[in-house]
């Protein structure tokens, strides 16, 4: 009776403990509560520490980051990354790029239009149609002991102790990617290729991930014990807050890799093979409530895409860098969503737009859109950023039913979004990245006054 009830006890904890908000001060202090309602000029807080609820204004505040772990459809699963000048940064499929304006499909805003020279990057983000995406059903999968996975809006949650499995038809070369959240300390071990499916154990074949604190174990198991392949300590983890994960694996190479974020963290090679023709995916948590979804996974075409590190070759043009790794400093014309018109050494160029990894765009000297400082940065669960001018926010009170939060967007006019959806909101603070490049920005341009 008393083991029932502490199993009891402890799933009804994990599933319904209260979580707290976090908001920071200028000075580095930290008040822990919720935040119960949001506007231009005021903020209200419950704290445990305090009788009613706390007001303040947004301007003594530095950021308040939300405990809540928002289960979306994954951004993954569009073809395009879009950095701005202003810190923004969102995921979406291109429709089209003129001299004056960008016009892309997003998820969470439907058809969004920029003004080009707000534009800093485009990246291409190829992969293979999805080998499996979801989760959409638990039954889709097998759970090594009862009432220890859940399903939560396309995403599985699970408790210490916790297996999960499924079979899959995986390719030679595989990209796993997903969203992975948990409470308490990180500990998870991800499977892929192999061929346990009621438990775990270490007599199975099949590579294994080990997360735990801020490093990843990788290994090799061989059918009777594992082999060590490697190891990072280089995570950049904290509970609470999704992170973005994607496993590399090309079984014909030997070659594994681990990116976070979208940048590579490091590849290994494996020295020995992966004997066998296994393609199963398994969990294993030990983490007090992890949080693993949206999953997708795809054929891998082998390659490293080294996002974000682009070389420019030229100040006054922007730099194009193509799939085979040529790189091009022209003028960039439009971009109707097939092809890329742009003109490099006098000759006008077409580039079919799945040739095209990423464009590079030279920032202006003075824009407006790169000095946007008042206002709100909002950092979506997809770890995406969009800026929205303060005094146009309204934000939903706490209780109320599919909270939607209202603002216009300094880069992409009025817009509505769920409130839910946000995990972390900075307040009148130019992210440190643009700090920096407008520093050197203006350092470059001073000789234009001497």
Request: charged share 20%; aromatic share 10%; glycine share 10%.
């Amino acid at each position: 009776m008393h083991r029932h009830l502490s199993v009891f006890l402890l799933v009804f904890t994990a599933h319904f403990v209260r979580a707290q908000d976090d908001v920071y001060f200028m000075d580095g202090s930290r008040l822990r509560g919720q935040l119960l309602s949001f506007g231009s000029e005021r903020i209200q807080w419950n704290s445990p520490a305090a009788s009613e609820a706390i007001g303040m204004t947004p301007e003594s505040g530095h950021r308040i980051a939300f405990s809540q772990v928002p289960n979306l459809a994954s951004a993954s699963g569009y073809s395009c990354r879009f950095q701005f000048f202003n810190g923004d940064l969102l995921f979406g499929d291109l429709i089209s790029l003129s001299q004056t304006e960008l016009k892309f499909r997003s998820w969470f805003a439907g058809e969004l239009t920029a003004p080009r020279e707000a534009l800093k990057s485009i990246s291409l983000l190829h992969s293979g149609p999805a080998v499996y995406a979801g989760p959409s059903s638990l039954q889709e999968w097998r759970v090594g002991a009862p009432n220890t996975w859940w399903l939560r809006n396309g995403t599985l949650v699970g408790g210490q102790g916790a297996f999960i499995a499924k079979r899959l038809e995986l390719p030679e070369r595989v990209s796993l990617k997903m969203r992975i959240a948990w409470e308490g300390s990180l500990n998870l071990r991800v499977g892929l290729f192999t061929d346990n499916f009621e438990r775990h154990n270490y007599g199975h074949r099949g590579y294994e991930f080990g997360f735990g604190g801020s490093y990843v174990n990788v290994s090799r198991g061989t059918g009777s014990g594992m082999v060590a392949i490697g190891s990072s300590r280089a995570l950049p983890v904290m509970s609470g807050r999704p992170m973005n994960v994607e496993l590399r694996v090309d079984k014909v190479a030997s070659v594994v890799a681990l990116l976070i974020e979208g940048k590579l963290v490091q590849k290994w090679k494996d020295n020995g093979k992966l004997i066998g023709d296994h393609k199963g995916l398994t969990f294993l948590s030990h983490t007090y409530s992890a949080h693993i979804g949206p999953i997708r996974i795809s054929e891998w075409d082998g390659g490293f895409e080294d996002a974000g590190s682009i070389t420019k070759t030229n100040a006054i043009f922007p730099t194009i860098r193509l799939m085979n790794r040529d790189t091009f400093a022209g003028e960039v014309k439009v971009i109707d969503g097939s092809s890329l018109s742009f003109k490099a050494d006098k000759l006008d160029l077409d580039v079919p737009i799945e040739r095209v990894r990423e464009i590079e765009f030279p920032q202006p000297l003075f824009s407006i859109y790169g000095l946007e400082i008042k206002g709100v940065q909002s950092t979506l669960s997809t770890d995406e950023r969009l800026t929205l001018k303060l005094k146009d926010l309204e934000w939903p009170d706490r209780g109320v039913t599919n909270r939607r939060a209202s603002g216009h967007a300094v880069l992409f006019g009025p817009m509505k979004f769920a409130a839910d959806w946000v995990t972390e909101m900075k307040f009148g603070v130019l992210p440190e990245a643009v700090r920096k490049e407008q520093a050197a920005r203006v350092q470059n341009a001073r000789w234009l006054f001497d």
